[in-house]
């Protein structure tokens, strides 16, 4: 699995704060064996965020796009704007179980305005902004993302219901 990391801030963008939850989410997704191929940090600036998101997911070689930060009420927050103008449809289900899973650690999840969507065969998921929010965020999906990936490249048969096995040969979490 082939994976981008896009972290959104003003403060990252100039060099005035260091990025901790890309870095994070990066060692995440290496557990689940993807390999992420690009990273970059840019400024809450909607079209900015959109132009990285249309070109790497057009570029046709990643599987995976997570963005971090620009996912609150703010103002300059528009990571999910951003995303829903190159997106081709949504995929509500996994912002879902993030905010419910962001609950059972604070009250504030419930503000968080992250989506996931699909770009041709790119799977685009915006996490919070915050180290602890992200990495809880993608903890929370990250066992049903190779799943997502394998559908999205098009491997769509299913195993035996009871073999646990997924098409491309792991196991399948359980449901």
Same mark, same amino acid.
């Given at each position: 699995?082939? #994976? ?5 801030? !003003?403060? =990252?963008?100039?060099?005035?704060? +260091?990025? *901790?939850? @890309?870095?994070? /989410? ?24 959109? #132009? ?5 997911? !057009?570029? =046709?070689?990643?599987?995976?796009? +997570?963005? *971090?930060? @620009?996912?609150? /009420? ?45 770009r041709g065969r790119t799977l685009i998921v915006n996490l919070p902004g915050s180290e602890r929010g992200a990495r809880e965020s993608l903890a929370a999906i990250l066992d049903v993302i190779p799943h997502a990936v ?26």
């Amino acid at each position: 699995m082939r #994976a981008a990391v896009l972290t959104v801030s !003003d403060q =990252g963008s100039r060099g005035e704060r +260091v990025d *901790t939850s @890309g870095p994070a /989410l990066r060692h995440l997704l290496a557990g689940i064996g993807a390999e992420v191929t690009r990273y970059d940090v840019v400024p809450d600036e909607r079209e900015r965020i959109a #132009a990285v998101l249309r070109s790497w997911c !057009d570029a =046709g070689d990643l599987d995976l796009v +997570v963005t *971090t930060g @620009g996912t609150g /009420l703010a103002a300059r927050d528009v990571t999910p704007e951003a995303t829903g103008d190159v997106s081709e449809r949504l995929v509500p289900g996994l912002a879902e179980v993030m905010r419910a899973e962001g609950l059972r650690h604070t009250r504030n999840a419930m503000l968080g305005r992250g989506i996931a969507a699909v770009r041709g065969r790119t799977l685009i998921v915006n996490l919070p902004g915050s180290e602890r929010g992200a990495r809880e965020s993608l903890a929370a999906i990250l066992d049903v993302i190779p799943h997502a990936v394998e559908l999205l490249r098009g491997v769509t048969e299913h195993p035996p219901a009871d073999s646990g096995e997924s098409p491309a040969g792991g196991r399948r979490p359980a449901r």
